[in-house]
């Protein structure tokens, strides 16, 4: 009887100094990982939003890239991590809704994470090397049609977005791409300004900067309206591609069984982040989209993580996207 009431009295303890820990976090840092390379649409969204959730916090917010694999190590790493709120990811559609269709995972895209915020929602741009001899999207699917298989289209990774949307871009165009497979949209985009591959269907956060300078074309935005970061640029639908809508959000979790009173700092601190003025203005200038306040709960990226599941695995599976 005796050894039966240290057990429960030190199980007690237990809870009760766990529940203490979760009343005092954060007391050390926090690591933020980015399943992508350094200087990715990716990466500098996660950096300016833990910049500024590092006061609000109290504690130092370490971005740390963990790449390969379409950013299924870096996030497969989160699965496996201590649920106490100091290891979190910050992913993408592709990482929590295509990989889970596209590769064969040691965790479970939707079950193994707690949702903390969603971050943005944003369209792509249709975009090729300086040097291509087209000059609007129709000239260009013209001459990919003109040269089937020969076009070098660059992606961050099997069932990246890069690479998805270029097999829908496919599909809608009756083209055929040669895909290139980096480890990261920052590499792609690299070698996409020296003119060693010819197109992306890119992310605005690299791509806006190098139109800018001329250093790369821009054909259309993958959205019903023009982006107000890049007014000249056409849509879709204005030029010649209508209704090839695309768009590729980003958020936050952390795994699966954080405390809810942890999930609820966090989303507390990203929320924060995003609605200090300076922080919205650096993400507009990069073409980011930040969803309304409303949609900012762990709840609504839940249920919404869920809904774009159900709405992409059939459309992957029937394009037979699948892992190298």
């Known amino acids: ?12 303890t237990l809870v009760c100094l766990g529940g203490v820990t979760a009343q005092n976090y954060p007391t050390q840092p926090i690591t933020m990982v980015v399943p992508f390379s350094a200087g990715g649409p990716v990466d500098t969204l996660a950096r300016i939003v833990t910049e500024r959730m590092q006061p609000l916090l109290g504690q130092p917010v370490i971005v ?44 479970d895209v939707l079950n193994d994470f707690e949702p903390i915020a969603l971050l943005t929602n944003n369209s792509q741009l249709i975009v090729a090397r300086k040097s291509m001899p087209a000059n609007d999207l129709e000239e260009f699917i013209s001459w990919l049609r003109a ?25 809608a165009t009756g083209t055929r791409l040669q895909f290139v497979h980096y480890r990261g949209g920052a590499p792609a ?5 020296a003119g060693q591959i010819d197109m992306m ?18 054909y259309a935005v993958t959205s019903r309206d023009r982006l107000a970061a890049a007014p000249d640029i056409p849509t879709v639908d204005e030029a010649g591609l209508p209704k090839f809508h695309t768009t590729v959000w980003t958020a936050i979790w952390a795994p699966k069984g954080t405390p809810k009173n942890i999930i609820a700092k966090l989303n ?20 980011q989209q930040v969803v309304p306040r ?4 762990p709840d609504v990226l839940a249920a919404f993580q869920k809904a774009e599941i159900e709405k992409w695995w059939p459309i992957i599976k029937a394009a037979n996207i699948t892992a190298e």
């Open 64 to 107: 740390e890239n963990v790449t390969g694999a379409a950013g299924s190590i870096g996030v497969g790493r989160v699965a496996r991590a201590p649920a106490d709120g100091y290891t979190l990811v910050s992913g993408i559609w592709s990482t929590h809704v295509v990989n889970g269709a596209v590769y064969k995972l040691k965790y």
């Open 294 to 297: 409303d949609q900012q709960t």
């Open 189 to 193: 985009m690299q070698d996409l300004v």
């Open 201 to 218: 269907v890119a992310d605005q956060v690299t791509s806006l900067p190098q139109i800018r300078t001329g250093n790369i074309k821009a």
């Open 268 to 287: 507390a601190a990203v929320v924060d982040s995003l609605t200090d003025s300076a922080v919205r203005q650096r993400l507009a200038d990069l073409g």
């Open 1 to 12: 009887m005796r050894t039966l009431f240290l057990a429960v009295v030190f199980a007690g």
């Open 147 to 171: 040269n089937p298989g020969k076009a070098l289209a660059g992606t961050s990774g099997v069932g990246s977005p890069q690479h998805v949307m270029g097999v829908l871009f496919q599909n």
